[in-house]
């Protein structure tokens, strides 16, 4: 069987023209998709059923052992943490936040290893971005600043910005300017017709150089801003200012290097400035496919998109002291549930050693290396594979992820549901 | 079966005609009947003020913008917090509450329906995932058409009755129930960084102004018998000497429907500047009610500031800029392909501002000027103008003159000067302020006759019982005791069922989201007409097929379905 316009679940691009065959219990054949999409589709394999480490090793145990256990564990635990929820859909992650209201418990999801810099910015000086569809029809500046979609997204360009047609912009290629920045040569520098190339550390110098100069301050600039020409500088300034709609899209090269949440604040009033000479627009590249669902989930919940604390029964934010990352690193967690995401893999480690430490569950589809971790871990559906449910993509536009075929595990948001009425009986989420 | 007999009460219900009656309401399975068994539950009103369940008819609550207000304002989170308790989950923000926050203030208030403001259709299903976190209320959503592509090449094309056909499909797309118009023409120019300035300016590239896109929706909403008219928000919101373009809008509006308006404007507090920079505006409250007073065909409503911190938030992207290079402060827009733009500021409306007390005054000069209450009706579009929290204030300024001199004492002196409201003598009674906060709002939304806004039998039994004994207290004097007793009623009943009692959420919600669907003969339906798919996977980035909101997401949708004259 073929099923049309199917949303890749993968990266913050949720693209959602995909072709899947399956024959009934497997896919087959993925078209239209990236090299990522095809993985994420074809090499899928999972545990057969839950597991927990015992002295002598992993242990199968039934889904309500595990579902029972987990309970226990964070009905004991004084300072539970909840954390990923950014490879699954929306309804997971409510009842997650349900639990965590529950429970008095700390949650978090992926923003807080990538772009949480980007939110405290925002949080700063607000946000001028638009829907993926404004730049694919009337962008002709496009600047990808600390990023390679090219590897990372692979289809951001063709789907929306340099390659895609455009009704303003018909013949994409040749009436879009693409400019780099970052300090090495990747795949992506090579499409450029600007490379500009940066010092390590100098992006907040070259958007202060930047804005000085779109602000008519050219004659304080320097000749040379971390490594990068005046001339270059100014000309790509006049790029921007004669753009008719400039896009500029930027990920974790400028949000983790140093300066952080500053450069992205720096960047943020680049284009505030640029949006008094001309229309511009700037956007984060989010990485996995419904991170930005969870910012939306928690926000509407809680009122904060990442790093929310109910130890005091409110909802309580403050970045630095109730995220994940700051949370284990202290060793201040007792126990841990995480659900769709793997920092036992991208957590800094002392972060992830206090996970081996606490009794750390996961629940996810796949083996990770957060499983080698953890106590127990129950897998599940995987949200765009065998289970359906609401994605953000990010652009903020929801999307609905399909379910393609049926492989009989229960949905994450299944399990959960089971974990909170263990929790409590009483109210539902 | 459920019984409910609430006795005793002080009714007044506008639509019925009934004004300060002291009668029992009995109440079967969520409707309003002739009478129940005498195993029925017991409410005793004590003569206490009964009104119909409150009804706001523009307010912005669920979304894309709203929760990325929420998202950008930590600083507001922290304003307004309180724990889970009994049934009330975790609620945090004060003027961008979140969704829970948002249902339960509103139900403590004694409100029971919403119209959220503005939707997106292609982020539609981000709405209705809110709504459904939003339990307490029934929800309805303006669907935005501002600068609709397909409408707009429809308009230009002189062909209304394609304008009426994309309207059909993108409601049930969307599942949305109104036209909205937010500076029409106005963000499609936005996604350049322009705006237009008239109602006669062409729309860049799509050749088509303003005043062409709002006649014709006007006339293709009728063609389409949708339950509500066109619900506008006029060009040029916010500048000085708008109030021209706000009477030109109005000059366009034929009366096409005996059963309600045909065109609802919206915040026309904000519409309504004379002047021509911010040294001297001034009030034209006068004008725009001049011309309210002689059209029956529009409806507007207040749009009234109070003095607060706040966060304004539209789909009117243009004006957010402006205003953001007033204000200086944190500024987010968020445009959307082939339909609209938005943007959203925090503002702080202050008595030290001249601007600000005009504004302050212009709202309520419009509500006083207004000759029928069913033509001016109470709202903030919270949160832009006041979080709606502040309503029972403006009913309390509303109804006493005193406290209205009391207020004004306390403004900046250019006030009075240029506006007119120290003159204004009138002060609304219950009846006038019932009209304004329910009834009118069901019979401009379409709404009356699915039950709503009214207590007759057969209608849903949504009921606000407030902690006010209309004939002990006089509001021109006791105005503390009116905004006293409108912020926390004693009872509010929701589809039969208690769900807040002396402000304290008693049981789980289970609302329901009004959609329209339009059905339009075979022959002119979007989803076969080749061009409009055609440029539709072109031009958009979702495929037609991902675009419509599945049925799951409206858990108790109720579909009103209407068949178009075409």
């Given at each position: 069987m073929?099923?049309?316009?199917?949303?890749?679940?993968?990266?913050?691009?949720?693209?959602?023209?995909?072709?899947i065959?399956?024959d009934g219990?497997r896919i087959?054949?993925?078209?239209?998709g990236c090299?990522?999409?095809?993985?994420t589709?074809?090499?899928?394999?999972?545990?057969?059923?839950p597991?927990r480490?015992?002295?002598a090793?992993?242990?199968?145990?039934?889904?309500d052992?595990a579902?029972?256990?987990?309970?226990?564990?964070?009905?004991?635990?004084d300072?539970?943490?909840?954390?990923?929820?950014?490879?699954?859909?929306?309804?997971?992650?409510s009842?997650?936040?349900?639990?965590?209201?529950?429970?008095?418990?700390?949650?978090?999801?992926?923003?807080t290893?990538?772009?949480?810099?980007?939110?405290?910015?925002?949080?700063?000086?607000g946000?001028?971005g638009?829907?993926?569809?404004q730049?694919?029809n009337?962008?002709?500046?496009i600047?990808?600043?600390g990023?390679n979609?090219?590897e990372a997204h692979?289809?951001?360009m063709?789907?929306?910005?340099?390659?895609?047609?455009g009704?303003?912009?018909?013949?994409?290629?040749?009436?879009?300017?693409?400019?780099?920045v970052?300090?090495?040569?990747?795949?992506?520098?090579?499409?450029?017709?600007e490379?500009?190339?940066?010092?390590?550390?100098?992006?907040?110098?070259?958007l202060s150089?930047?804005?000085?100069?779109?602000r008519?301050?050219?004659?304080?600039?320097?000749a040379?801003?971390?490594?990068?020409a005046?001339?270059?500088?100014v000309?790509?300034?006049?790029?921007?200012?004669n753009?008719?709609?400039?896009?500029i899209f930027f990920?974790?090269?400028?949000?983790?290097?140093?300066?952080?949440?500053?450069?992205?604040?720096?960047?943020?009033?680049?284009?505030d400035?640029?949006?008094?000479?001309?229309?511009?627009v700037?956007?984060?590249l989010?990485g996995?496919?419904?991170?930005y669902g969870?910012?939306?989930?928690?926000?509407?919940?809680t009122?904060?998109p990442?790093a929310?604390?109910f130890?005091?029964?409110?909802?309580?934010?403050?970045p630095?002291?109730?995220?994940a990352?700051?949370?284990?690193?202290?060793?201040?967690?007792?126990?841990a549930?995480i659900?769709?995401?793997?920092?036992?893999?991208?957590?800094p480690?002392?972060?992830?050693?206090?996970?081996?430490?606490i009794?750390?569950v996961?629940?996810?589809?796949?083996?990770?290396?957060?499983t080698?971790l953890s106590?127990?871990?129950?897998p599940c559906?995987?949200a765009?594979?065998?289970?359906?449910?609401?994605?953000y993509r990010?652009?903020?536009?929801p999307?609905?992820?399909k379910?393609?075929i049926?492989?009989?595990?229960?949905?994450?948001?299944?399990?959960l549901?089971?974990?909170y009425?263990r929790?409590?009986g009483?109210?539902?989420? | 079966m459920t019984?409910l007999w609430?006795?005793?009460?002080c009714v007044?219900?506008?639509i019925?005609?009934?004004?300060?009656?002291?009668?029992?309401?009995?109440?079967?399975?969520?409707?309003i009947?002739?009478?129940?068994?005498?195993?029925a539950?017991?409410?005793?009103?004590?003569?206490?003020?009964?009104l119909?369940g409150?009804i706001?008819?523009?307010t912005?609550?669920?979304?894309?913008?709203?929760n990325?207000?929420?998202?950008?304002?930590?600083?507001d989170?922290?304003?307004?917090?309180?724990?889970r308790r009994?049934?009330?989950?975790?609620?945090?923000?004060?003027?961008?509450?979140?969704?829970?926050?948002?249902?339960?203030r509103y139900?403590?208030?004694?409100y029971t329906?919403?119209l959220?403001?503005?939707?997106?259709p292609?982020?539609?299903?981000?709405t209705?995932?809110?709504?459904?976190?939003?339990?307490?209320?029934?929800?309805?959503?303006?669907?935005l058409f501002?600068?609709?592509w397909?409408?707009?090449?429809?308009?230009?094309?002189?062909d209304v009755?394609?304008a009426?056909?994309v309207?059909?499909?993108?409601?049930?797309?969307?599942?949305?129930y109104a036209?909205?118009?937010?500076?029409?023409?106005g963000?499609?120019?936005?996604?350049?960084?322009?705006?237009?300035?008239?109602?006669?300016?062409?729309?860049?590239h799509?050749?088509?102004?303003?005043a062409e896109?709002?006649?014709?929706?006007?006339?293709?909403?009728e063609l389409?018998?949708?339950p509500?008219?066109?619900?506008?928000?006029?060009?040029?919101l916010?500048?000085p000497?708008?109030?021209?373009?706000?009477?030109?809008?109005?000059?366009?509006?034929?009366d096409?429907?005996?059963?309600r308006?045909?065109?609802?404007?919206?915040?026309?507090?904000f519409h309504?500047?004379?002047g021509?920079?911010?040294?001297?505006?001034c009030?034209?409250?006068?004008?725009?009610?001049?011309?309210?007073?002689s059209?029956?065909?529009?409806?507007m409503?207040?749009?009234?500031?109070?003095?607060?911190r706040?966060?304004?938030?539209?789909?009117?992207?243009?004006?957010?800029?402006?205003?953001?290079c007033l204000?200086?402060?944190k500024?987010?827009?968020?445009?959307?392909?082939?339909?609209?733009?938005?943007?959203?500021?925090?503002?702080?409306?202050?008595?030290?501002?001249?601007?600000n007390?005009?504004m302050w005054?212009?709202?309520?000069?419009?509500?006083?000027?207004?000759?029928?209450?069913?033509?001016c009706?109470l709202?903030?579009d919270?949160?832009?103008?006041?979080?709606?929290v502040?309503y029972?204030?403006?009913i309390?300024?509303?109804?006493?003159k005193?406290?209205?001199?009391?207020?004004?004492a306390?403004?900046?002196?250019?006030?009075?000067?240029?506006t007119?409201?120290?003159?204004?003598?009138?002060?609304?009674?219950?009846?006038?302020?019932?009209?304004?906060t329910?009834?009118g709002?069901a019979?401009?939304?379409?709404?009356?006759?699915?039950g709503?806004?009214?207590?007759?039998?057969?209608?849903e039994?949504d009921?606000?019982?407030?902690?006010?004994?209309?004939?002990?207290?006089d509001?021109?004097?006791?105005y503390?005791?009116?905004?006293e007793?409108?912020?926390k009623?004693?009872?509010?009943i929701?589809?039969g069922?208690v769900?807040?009692?002396?402000?304290?959420?008693?049981?789980?919600g289970?609302?329901?989201t009004?959609w329209?669907?339009?059905?339009v003969?075979?022959d002119?339906?979007?989803?076969n007409?080749?061009?409009?798919?055609?440029?539709f996977e072109?031009?958009?980035?979702?495929?037609m097929?991902?675009?419509?909101?599945?049925?799951?997401?409206?858990?108790?949708?109720?579909c009103?379905?209407?068949?178009?004259?075409?």
């Amino acid at each position: 069987m073929i099923e049309q316009d199917v949303v890749c679940p993968f990266c913050g691009c949720l693209c959602d023209d995909l072709e899947i065959e399956t024959d009934g219990a497997r896919i087959v054949r993925v078209k239209n998709g990236c090299s990522l999409a095809e993985a994420t589709f074809m090499n899928d394999t999972r545990l057969p059923a839950p597991i927990r480490r015992t002295e002598a090793g992993w242990e199968e145990i039934s889904y309500d052992e595990a579902i029972s256990e987990t309970a226990e564990i964070l009905r004991e635990a004084d300072r539970p943490l909840l954390y990923g929820w950014s490879s699954t859909h929306g309804e997971t992650q409510s009842i997650g936040v349900h639990i965590a209201e529950l429970i008095g418990a700390v949650i978090d999801n992926t923003s807080t290893v990538c772009h949480g810099p980007s939110i405290l910015a925002i949080q700063e000086v607000g946000h001028p971005g638009c829907t993926l569809g404004q730049v694919k029809n009337r962008a002709d500046v496009i600047i990808y600043w600390g990023c390679n979609p090219v590897e990372a997204h692979p289809r951001h360009m063709s789907r929306y910005t340099t390659f895609a047609t455009g009704f303003f912009v018909p013949e994409a290629q040749r009436e879009r300017t693409v400019i780099v920045v970052d300090t090495r040569r990747t795949d992506t520098t090579n499409i450029a017709d600007e490379f500009v190339q940066i010092e390590h550390g100098g992006d907040y110098a070259v958007l202060s150089a930047l804005r000085a100069i779109v602000r008519g301050k050219a004659h304080v600039i320097p000749a040379s801003v971390a490594g990068v020409a005046k001339e270059q500088l100014v000309r790509i300034a006049e790029i921007c200012k004669n753009a008719k709609f400039g896009a500029i899209f930027f990920g974790l090269g400028l949000t983790m290097s140093r300066g952080k949440y500053k450069n992205v604040r720096n960047a943020i009033e680049l284009t505030d400035e640029l949006s008094r000479h001309t229309k511009f627009v700037i956007s984060p590249l989010r990485g996995h496919g419904n991170v930005y669902g969870s910012n939306e989930v928690f926000t509407w919940m809680t009122g904060y998109p990442f790093a929310v604390d109910f130890a005091r029964g409110i909802a309580f934010y403050n970045p630095g002291e109730t995220t994940a990352v700051d949370i284990l690193r202290r060793g201040e967690c007792d126990a841990a549930l995480i659900v769709a995401s793997d920092p036992g893999a991208n957590f800094p480690r002392a972060a992830a050693a206090h996970l081996a430490k606490i009794p750390t569950v996961v629940i996810d589809p796949h083996v990770n290396a957060t499983t080698a971790l953890s106590r127990i871990h129950i897998p599940c559906t995987a949200a765009g594979i065998d289970a359906a449910g609401t994605a953000y993509r990010m652009d903020g536009i929801p999307i609905r992820l399909k379910k393609v075929i049926d492989r009989g595990y229960p949905d994450d948001a299944e399990i959960l549901r089971k974990i909170y009425d263990r929790l409590d009986g009483g109210m539902g989420p | 079966m459920t019984e409910l007999w609430v006795k005793n009460a002080c009714v007044i219900d506008p639509i019925r005609g009934i004004n300060g009656e002291i009668m029992d309401i009995a109440i079967r399975d969520g409707r309003i009947v002739e009478s129940v068994s005498d195993r029925a539950d017991v409410i005793d009103a004590h003569r206490c003020l009964t009104l119909p369940g409150g009804i706001d008819s523009h307010t912005h609550v669920s979304g894309t913008k709203v929760n990325f207000g929420r998202y950008m304002s930590p600083e507001d989170m922290r304003a307004g917090r309180t724990k889970r308790r009994g049934k009330m989950h975790v609620t945090s923000g004060y003027y961008v509450p979140t969704t829970f926050g948002n249902s339960y203030r509103y139900s403590a208030m004694g409100y029971t329906t919403l119209l959220e403001g503005a939707m997106a259709p292609l982020e539609a299903r981000h709405t209705h995932e809110e709504f459904t976190a939003t339990p307490h209320q029934d929800m309805l959503a303006n669907t935005l058409f501002d600068g609709n592509w397909a409408v707009m090449d429809a308009v230009r094309e002189h062909d209304v009755r394609k304008a009426a056909a994309v309207v059909a499909w993108t409601l049930n797309a969307a599942r949305g129930y109104a036209i909205k118009l937010t500076n029409p023409g106005g963000t499609e120019a936005w996604g350049w960084g322009d705006d237009l300035t008239s109602i006669h300016e062409q729309v860049p590239h799509f050749a088509v102004t303003p005043a062409e896109i709002i006649t014709t929706l006007i006339q293709a909403n009728e063609l389409l018998r949708l339950p509500h008219s066109v619900h506008l928000h006029c060009n040029n919101l916010g500048k000085p000497g708008n109030y021209q373009t706000t009477l030109d809008t109005f000059e366009l509006v034929p009366d096409l429907n005996p059963a309600r308006q045909s065109l609802y404007a919206t915040h026309v507090q904000f519409h309504a500047y004379g002047g021509g920079t911010w040294r001297n505006i001034c009030s034209k409250a006068e004008e725009i009610t001049r011309s309210i007073n002689s059209k029956p065909q529009i409806v507007m409503d207040m749009g009234q500031i109070m003095f607060c911190r706040t966060m304004t938030m539209t789909a009117d992207g243009p004006m957010e800029f402006n205003l953001h290079c007033l204000h200086h402060n944190k500024w987010s827009n968020h445009d959307v392909e082939l339909e609209t733009g938005s943007g959203i500021i925090p503002v702080t409306y202050s008595k030290k501002s001249a601007v600000n007390c005009i504004m302050w005054a212009i709202g309520l000069e419009l509500a006083l000027l207004t000759k029928s209450p069913w033509q001016c009706l109470l709202e903030t579009d919270n949160p832009n103008g006041a979080p709606f929290v502040k309503y029972p204030e403006i009913i309390g300024l509303l109804m006493s003159k005193r406290y209205r001199d009391e207020e004004c004492a306390t403004l900046h002196a250019e006030t009075e000067k240029r506006t007119s409201l120290w003159a204004l003598e009138r002060e609304l009674d219950w009846h006038e302020i019932a009209v304004m906060t329910r009834a009118g709002q069901a019979k401009a939304l379409g709404i009356a006759s699915q039950g709503k806004g009214h207590l007759g039998i057969g209608a849903e039994a949504d009921i606000a019982i407030y902690p006010i004994r209309t004939d002990m207290v006089d509001p021109a004097r006791e105005y503390r005791k009116v905004v006293e007793g409108f912020q926390k009623t004693r009872y509010t009943i929701k589809r039969g069922r208690v769900v807040s009692r002396d402000g304290e959420i008693i049981v789980d919600g289970a609302n329901a989201t009004f959609w329209v669907n339009a059905k339009v003969p075979e022959d002119i339906r979007m989803e076969n007409d080749k061009e409009f798919i055609r440029r539709f996977e072109q031009f958009y980035t979702v495929r037609m097929s991902n675009y419509p909101v599945q049925d799951l997401y409206l858990p108790r949708g109720r579909c009103i379905e209407t068949e178009a004259m075409l």
